[in-house]
Structures are given as C-alpha cells and as structure tokens.
C-alpha cells in the first residue's frame, strides 16, 4: 500500500496539538505555543527512553543474562543517554522566554505542574527509584497524590504510575541481580570458598589502595601542595570509606560492591570487556539524567526566579534537591573513588576464567 510522509509521521494530527486550554493556537501567543511544543516534546522524548529502559529491564531479569545480549544492552543506554543529552539542549529554546513572556500566561497552569509528568515518574519506577529517595514533593507517597485530578479523582496520569509500580523488579535490580552473580576471581555465589574469595579480594585490594594513597601523599608533600597532617587526614579518611563501603555488613550488597570493582579493575580481561562497557552506560545514562535535572533547574530560575512552583513545589528547591538526590547506580559512582591504578591491582591467581577460550 502506498503511503506519503505525512500519512505515515500522521504530521497534521501532530500539528493540532499546540492550542492549549483554548483548543485553539490561533488564540495563543508564540511564547505559549513555544511552551507547550517544548514540553511535547519532551514527552515523545520519554516515550523512547522507556521502551529502551523496558527492554533494559528485560535483559537483566535473566538469570543467566546471554553474554551477546550485553552489547545490545549497551547500544539501548546509549541511545537513552543521547536522548537525555539532546533534550538538555531543548532549555536552551525556553529561555528565550523572558519574565514577563512567561508570566502573561502562567496563570492558565494552575494547579498543573511538571511534577506530573507521568512518563517521567514511570521511568523512575522503572530505573529503580524508591520511596524512601524521593525528595520534598515526592516523600511519604505524596507525589501519588500530585498525579490526581484537581478534584482528588484517579487520572490516566495515576492509572499508568500504579501500573508501573506493580510491574515487579526494576532495572536496577536486574542489574544488581547479574552483579551478585558475577564471578569474583574465579568464584561464583554458592561456589565452595566463594565467600573467602571475595574477602580475599577486597582485602588485598584494600591494602593497595592504602598503599598508593600512601605514595600519593608523599607526593604532594614532597611538591608542598599542602599541610603534611592535613593531606595525611584526608587520604585516610578515603581508604576508611573505603573499607566502610566494601566491608558492609550486608553480604548481597558487599559481594554486588566487590562485582563492580573486580569489573572496573580487570576490564582487559575478554570476559570482562563487555560488563565493563555495560558498567560505563549505565553510569553515562545517570550522569545524563543528572545533568537533565540540573538544567531544567537553571533554566527554571533563569525564567521565573525562585517562586513557588504552579503545583505548589517549592519550585527551583525542589528542582535542584531532586538533580543531587536521584543517582540510580549509587555504588557505580561510589566506586569512582576508590580505584586504584594498574601498577597497583593485586595480580589474579588464575585469569583463565575470564578468558574467550577458557585457555590464557
């Protein structure tokens, strides 16, 4: 059957779409219609960030997950990840709103608010996000209460959220999932000596990383780059956390902590390779989120200053409390402090494991 490029984009269906209120564009400023395309778009935006992040989620609630299907794992974050980066560019277009620009129309938001951007709450749900992280707006189950209609009735906005939520494990926990079950110099979980293995491990990589931070410090008191005491303070306060985080009495989340930094650590190994890269896109894809956060607050008090937000949100508060709390893969980022640099990793017993052909 033949098709054109407006059939198929269905463009004037698209194009219908930017009257607001009134139903009608004709009755709106350009500022307005500036403010509403930008937000849909924002919306066809998250839309394709969630099927990937869906087939993410996929992925790595297999246990095991295939060692081919990483790279198709990594080709969806980064997707996912360029999305965000293009999107951050977009505040760049609603700050050609001035003040006054904004305020002649804001008053038709009221009670709305881009809190409730259902999409954006589902991606949350679906990354992993908890309750108990939820900032401000968003504690005590309070955000489900901002996706109601004005009048406390259920909105389709709600219906897909409760949806969400009853989906069961998030990506995140498939991650950590395949984490857990990584081999750890050799060993598997349930594997004889497993647990001395991975203690094993942590320890002898603890004890390197105190002896660079120990070399470190010589160095920059050597260069008078600091207080001898105070550079000495410092550096051991690091290998302190450091232990804290690794030795953690929780054995799940110890074991998922060593995976990470086994990874980081002896990437080049071939069997390593492509969890290390998966590593890296998850961590870019936050990074990106992050950064999206972060903008939307800039460009908000670039507009309208810190005014309490049309949903009654402390505004730019909110916005910035949420870009610095809402770092999905906490333990990725935590374990950006404490590697060490090649000369100085505890050399493996035995790197046949982790080799394509089981023959290094």
């Known amino acids: 059957m033949a098709t054109t490029y407006w059939d198929y984009i269905r463009v004037e269906d698209l194009l219908a779409l930017q009257g607001g209120n009134e139903r009608d564009e004709a009755r709106l400023s350009n500022h307005e219609v500036l403010f509403i395309t930008v937000h849909q778009v924002f919306e066809l935006w998250f839309k394709l960030v969630l099927r990937e992040l869906e087939a993410l989620r996929a992925t790595f609630r297999q246990d095991p997950v295939p060692e081919a299907d990483l790279?198709?794992?990594?080709?969806?974050?980064?997707?996912?990840?360029?999305?965000?980066?293009?999107?951050?560019?977009?505040?760049?277009?609603?700050?050609?709103?001035?003040?006054?620009?904004?305020?002649?129309?804001?008053?038709?938001?009221?009670?709305?608010?881009?809190?409730?951007?259902?999409?954006?709450?589902?991606?949350?749900?679906?990354?992993?996000?908890?309750?108990?992280?939820?900032?401000?707006?968003?504690?005590?189950?309070?955000?489900?209460?901002?996706?109601?209609?004005?009048?406390?009735?259920?909105?389709?906005?709600?219906?897909?959220?409760?949806?969400?939520?009853?989906?069961?494990?998030?990506?995140?926990?498939?991650?950590?999932?395949?984490?857990?079950?990584?081999?750890?110099?050799?060993?598997?979980?349930?594997?004889?000596?497993?647990?001395?293995?991975?203690?094993?491990?942590?320890?002898?990589?603890?004890?390197a990383l105190q002896r660079a931070s120990g070399q470190a410090v010589q160095r920059i008191v050597a260069a008078r780059a600091g207080r001898p005491e105070t550079v000495a303070r410092r550096h051991q306060e690091e290998v302190e956390a450091a232990r804290a985080f690794f030795l953690d009495a929780d054995p799940r989340r110890r074991r998922i902590r060593a995976a990470i930094l086994f990874i980081e650590s002896y990437r080049e190994l071939p069997l390593l390779s492509w969890?290390?890269?998966?590593?890296?896109?998850?961590?870019?894809?936050?990074?990106?989120?992050?950064?999206?956060?972060?903008?939307?607050?800039?460009?908000?008090?670039?507009?309208?200053?810190?005014?309490?937000?049309?949903?009654?949100?402390?505004?730019?508060?909110?916005?910035?409390?949420?870009?610095?709390?809402?770092?999905?893969?906490?333990?990725?980022?935590?374990?950006?402090?404490?590697?060490?640099?090649?000369?100085?990793?505890?050399p493996l017993a035995d790197p046949r494991p982790y080799g394509f052909a089981r023959d290094l």
Do not use: C
């Open 71 to 207: 790279a198709q794992a990594v080709q969806g974050l980064a997707r996912a990840t360029r999305i965000f980066e293009v999107a951050a560019q977009h505040f760049t277009v609603m700050e050609t709103l001035g003040t006054r620009d904004y305020l002649d129309f804001r008053d038709k938001l009221y009670p709305a608010s881009g809190f409730q951007s259902a999409q954006l709450r589902e991606m949350e749900i679906l990354l992993g996000l908890t309750d108990e992280e939820r900032v401000g707006l968003g504690a005590q189950g309070a955000w489900k209460e901002a996706l109601k209609s004005p009048d406390g009735a259920p909105s389709p906005a709600l219906a897909r959220v409760e949806r969400r939520l009853g989906e069961g494990p998030t990506l995140k926990d498939g991650v950590e999932a395949w984490l857990l079950r990584t081999p750890i110099a050799g060993f598997e979980p349930g594997d004889p000596g497993d647990e001395a293995a991975v203690e094993a491990f942590l320890g002898a990589y603890l004890d």
């Open 275 to 346: 969890p290390r890269e998966v590593l890296q896109a998850l961590l870019a894809f936050d990074q990106a989120l992050v950064i999206w956060r972060q903008r939307h607050a800039r460009m908000v008090e670039r507009v309208i200053g810190r005014r309490v937000g049309t949903g009654g949100s402390s505004g730019v508060e909110y916005l910035d409390q949420s870009a610095n709390a809402y770092r999905i893969f906490g333990d990725l980022w935590a374990v950006r402090t404490v590697l060490v640099g090649r000369e100085w990793l505890p």
